[in-house]
């Protein structure tokens, strides 16, 4: 029996070609320098940040050249998919921004190189094999897992290198007849790559991060096709759909390098040029002074759901990334404060190999900067889709006067320096609930140096009985606290105070640390100023006598 008469035996409906395929699947008309790029997780777990890191030079690498950033979702390890683990897929790829410009999401495919979804995609996968059984670089092998194990454990007792290769391979050299009978005895079998390697001999890859890498050639007969659902395995999958789909750039974690040499073979195997690897850092956190992988168990940053959650502005977060990817990024930055991270010219030879740690501190700071520059309107339309999502309670209180609250967001933004107080959108809430009526009820009052409830009221009546005026500008206000204070046998020149304490009761930062407290709670708020202002003098009388 020959290897053709064998692929037809175990295909026996598979009647398109390779030829056939790669005729459906026109070549892409691409000018030169255009790149394409696919984002393509596994439904198996949600998005984490690592995904993204890959997802954020995915989509750079296509739209800083004009090319295609396409979206494949590598459904084909039906064991451990997670429900809704598509839809969260999709979720993150919205709030970031970097939709596809192909995909295929429940019903609707965008693109001419689909399906999108591997498991979709059997029946290529299978002509595909079937040719390569048919050029004697496949076979079934229909050892047990049983068999596999105990495999394991003696290649562990004797300290050989573990896979499927060399004598271990028991069914390699079966005979395409005894292949045949068992088959035709219905016997469970996988499809395996046969591989031509030899582990003595070196392979030179030229890495897009590191350079020229040496690796031994693969000699390992991995599985490419599974028994029980006769979907192919990843290492497979990819090979077919990165040549159909004319990937020209995969980005992947460095966890893939030692693969490296097992993808060329079988890129090779069929004549297919292979696309250019990134290979990223892998994603460390600082844990009780030692470095350590993010994990998906351990570090719930480790999830994308968790900055949706949170409500950071996705370009928080992808500048956060960016500064991961090129080491010069901060400094370009800088250089480029208000341009699109898409402009910068990045150079996968400064991505790091030792790994990359990804500073949540670091990220706060980011986005405390991004937030500062918005404008109230644009503050407040973020907020809302944040709120509607995440806190109806606060929702309805923001809504419930639009330019009141537009108002609050303003305090200390549209100037030359800008306050820095919110790191994401959940941020908010705490720092300006006290500014509403309907959520103003403080359980403890942050007093200072002055706590004696008397002398608090006083201070705080005087002020609004003999002090107060709805119309003065900030200056005027100022200079009124300081009379405020010198009438209470406060100073209210501090250079005064420091020099003769004794004489006087207090300076006038107690007075206004009174005023701040007594009308919010809270020892630290942004312009006292403007709090006032806004609260208007009823409401104030109102929160001074509920002291």
């Known amino acids: 029996m020959t290897d053709k008469e064998l692929a037809e035996?175990?295909?026996?409906?598979?009647?398109?070609?390779?030829?056939?395929?790669?005729?459906?699947?026109?070549?892409?008309?691409?000018?030169?320098?255009?790149?394409?790029?696919?984002?393509?997780?596994?439904?198996?777990?949600?998005?984490h940040i690592g995904n993204m890191l890959q997802a954020l030079l995915d989509y750079y690498l296509a739209k800083n050249s004009h090319g295609v950033f396409f979206l494949r979702n590598e459904d084909t390890d039906?064991?451990?998919?997670?429900?809704?683990?598509?839809?969260?897929?999709?979720?993150?790829?919205?709030?970031?921004?970097?939709m596809p410009d192909e995909y295929q999401y429940k019903e609707k495919i965008v693109g001419n190189y689909g399906p999108y979804i591997q498991s979709k995609?059997?029946?290529?996968?299978?002509?595909?094999?079937?040719?390569?059984?048919?050029?004697?670089?496949?076979?079934?092998?229909?050892?047990?897992?049983?068999?596999?194990?105990v495999m394991r454990k003696k290649q562990e007792a004797k300290k050989s290198m573990p896979g499927y290769y060399g004598a271990w391979a028991k069914c390699r050299d079966l005979t395409n007849e005894e292949r045949a009978e068992r088959i035709k005895n219905g016997e469970s079998f996988v499809i395996r790559f046969k591989s031509m390697g030899n582990p003595n001999r070196k392979i030179q890859y030229d890495d897009l991060v590191t350079g020229i890498i040496e690796f031994p050639e693969n000699n390992n007969d991995m599985v490419i096709m599974k028994s029980n659902d006769l979907l192919p395995t990843y290492h497979f999958a990819h090979v077919v759909d990165d040549h159909l789909q004319q990937t020209t750039h995969v980005v992947r974690g460095q966890e893939w390098l030692p693969s490296v040499p097992l993808h060329i073979e079988m890129f090779e195997a069929f004549g297919f040029k292979q696309p250019k690897y990134i290979h990223n850092s892998l994603l460390l956190k600082q844990d009780n002074g030692v470095r350590r992988k993010i994990s998906k168990r351990k570090d719930p940053e480790a999830l994308m759901s968790y900055y949706i959650e949170k409500g950071y502005p996705s370009i928080s977060v992808i500048e956060s990334l960016m500064t991961i990817l090129n080491s010069n990024y901060e400094e370009w930055r800088d250089a480029n404060p208000n341009a699109s991270f898409l402009e910068f010219p990045f150079d996968p030879k400064k991505i790091g190999t030792t790994g990359a740690l990804y500073d949540l501190e670091k990220l706060d700071n980011i986005s405390k900067n991004i937030i500062s520059k918005m404008t109230k309107d644009e503050v407040y339309d973020n907020l809302i889709k944040y709120t509607e999502a995440f806190d109806k309670e606060f929702d309805a209180v923001l809504k419930s006067d639009v330019d009141y609250t537009k108002e609050i967001l303003n305090i200390e933004r549209e100037q030359e320096k800008p306050r820095k107080d919110f790191a994401c959108w959940s941020d908010v809430k705490n720092s300006i609930w006290y500014m509403f009526k309907d959520l103003y009820n403080p359980e403890n009052y942050e007093w200072m140096k002055i706590t004696d409830k008397a002398e608090i009221k006083n201070i705080c009546e005087t002020y609004f009985n003999n002090y107060y005026n709805q119309d003065d500008d900030k200056e005027t206000w100022f200079s009124k606290v300081k009379e405020l204070a010198e009438s209470l046998g406060y100073a209210s020149n501090m250079k005064e105070y420091k020099a003769n304490p004794d004489a006087y009761k207090g300076n006038v930062a107690d007075i206004s640390t009174v005023l701040r407290v007594a009308l919010t709670s809270k020892s630290q708020t942004p312009d006292l100023y403007e709090i006032i202002r806004i609260l208007g003098k009823d409401e104030c009388l109102n929160r001074i006598n509920n002291l």
């Open 9 to 47: 035996l175990i295909f026996p409906n598979i009647t398109k070609t390779i030829k056939d395929y790669e005729e459906e699947y026109k070549i892409r008309d691409l000018k030169e320098g255009e790149l394409v790029t696919r984002f393509a997780p596994s439904p198996t777990g949600f998005v």
């Open 78 to 98: 039906t064991k451990r998919e997670v429900e809704n683990a598509v839809d969260k897929i999709m979720e993150v790829l919205e709030y970031t921004g970097f």
């Open 121 to 149: 995609r059997i029946e290529i996968y299978h002509a595909f094999i079937k040719e390569l059984i048919g050029m004697g670089r496949a076979y079934p092998c229909f050892c047990s897992t049983e068999e596999l194990d």
